[in-house]
């Protein structure tokens, strides 16, 4: 009995160790949006300086070690054939700056897939609405661990990090994609909403919901592109839904998580 059970153990250890294998290797990488932004919450970033273009260049380079074969960005589904369409012009001619010009997606995404020579990129990108803006029912409802929660927030030591015109932006994007700063986002975002309900009603789970759905969606686009256990999938979007997709990626059996941090380091060699 106790040599069935053994092999019985060994069996299931090699599934797991061949499931893990056929994962698909994804890099996530969460930015702070550059050019405009639509989000209550922006960083300052002059992309175009010769100081940002240098730290630019050293971020694309460190990236592109990944080789992806399908890059996916923060970009309406809708826009597919424009964002093709884009990046098929970059490809031909990085000088000449193309209608996502000024932004992450041409600045980062499409340079990176010219490094890499990806020849895939999608948008996966889910727009819905959400009002985060509770405080005046916070204060109806006395919601105290909700004010406790914002307290704690804005005290955190990653708010100054996250500032590439004092750290650098290699060093913002690892803080950024750093565990802690991704449970923060979603706490900030999200979770903390929750504190605030009133007695017969979930105005603030509700809100936080609608969060939550719009990134289950985002990762259910993702999840329509066809990849297989060859590929290599860069992510590129805010911060805050890469902290989903990492959540939703980590305990996957499909997917497996690259460190950041490790390509972020130049002295590591891959």
Same mark, same amino acid.
């Given at each position: 009995?106790?040599? @069935?059970? /053994?092999?019985?153990?060994? /069996?299931?250890?090699?599934?797991?160790?061949?499931?893990?294998?056929?994962? &698909?290797?994804?890099?996530?990488?969460?930015?702070?949006?550059?050019?405009?932004?639509?989000?209550?919450?922006? &960083?300052?970033?002059?992309?175009?300086?010769?100081?940002?273009?240098?730290?630019?260049? *050293?971020?694309?380079?460190?990236?592109?070690?990944?080789?992806?074969?399908? &890059?996916?960005?923060?970009? *309406?589904?809708?826009?597919?054939?424009?964002?093709?369409?884009?990046?098929?012009?970059?490809?031909?001619?990085?000088?000449?700056?193309?209608?996502?010009?000024?932004?992450?997606?041409?600045?980062?995404?499409?340079?990176?897939?010219? =490094?890499?020579?990806?020849?895939?990129?999608?948008?996966?990108?889910?727009?819905?609405?959400?009002?985060?803006?509770?405080?005046?029912?916070?204060?109806?409802?006395?919601?105290?661990?909700?004010?406790?929660?914002?307290?704690? =927030?804005?005290?955190?030591?990653?708010?100054?990090?996250?500032?590439? @015109?004092?750290?650098?932006?290699?060093?913002?994007?690892?803080?950024?994609? %750093?565990? %802690?700063?991704?449970?923060?986002?979603?706490?900030?975002?999200?979770?903390? =909403?929750?504190?605030?309900? %009133?007695?017969?009603?979930?105005?603030?789970?509700?809100?936080?919901?609608?969060?939550?759905?719009?990134?289950?969606?985002?990762? @259910?686009? &993702?999840?329509?592109?066809?990849?297989?256990?060859?590929?290599?999938?860069?992510?590129?979007?805010?911060?805050?839904?890469?902290?989903?997709?990492?959540?939703?990626?980590?305990?996957?059996?499909?997917?497996? /998580?690259? %460190?950041?941090?490790?390509?972020?380091?130049?002295?590591?060699?891959?």
């Amino acid at each position: 009995m106790k040599n @069935a059970l /053994l092999i019985i153990a060994l /069996l299931f250890g090699m599934l797991t160790a061949q499931a893990q294998d056929n994962k &698909i290797k994804v890099l996530n990488l969460g930015v702070f949006h550059m050019g405009y932004t639509s989000d209550a919450h922006s &960083i300052e970033y002059d992309e175009s300086s010769d100081e940002s273009k240098k730290q630019i260049k *050293e971020v694309n380079e460190l990236i592109a070690r990944f080789k992806p074969t399908h &890059i996916m960005v923060e970009v *309406e589904t809708n826009d597919q054939n424009a964002l093709e369409e884009a990046y098929l012009s970059y490809l031909k001619d990085p000088k000449q700056e193309t209608t996502f010009g000024g932004t992450e997606v041409e600045i980062l995404a499409f340079e990176i897939g010219r =490094l890499a020579n990806t020849a895939h990129i999608h948008a996966i990108d889910h727009s819905m609405a959400y009002n985060y803006n509770l405080g005046e029912l916070a204060q109806e409802t006395k919601a105290d661990k909700f004010f406790q929660t914002l307290k704690t =927030l804005e005290k955190s030591e990653l708010i100054a990090k996250l500032n590439p @015109a004092q750290s650098g932006l290699k060093e913002t994007l690892s803080v950024m994609n %750093s565990e %802690s700063c991704m449970n923060f986002l979603i706490n900030a975002n999200a979770d903390m =909403l929750t504190y605030i309900n %009133s007695d017969d009603k979930f105005e603030g789970a509700d809100e936080a919901a609608k969060l939550y759905h719009r990134n289950l969606r985002m990762y @259910a686009n &993702i999840n329509k592109i066809k990849t297989n256990e060859e590929d290599r999938i860069l992510i590129i979007s805010g911060g805050l839904h890469a902290s989903f997709f990492h959540q939703f990626m980590s305990r996957s059996s499909v997917y497996e /998580l690259e %460190s950041v941090e490790k390509y972020l380091s130049p002295e590591n060699n891959l």
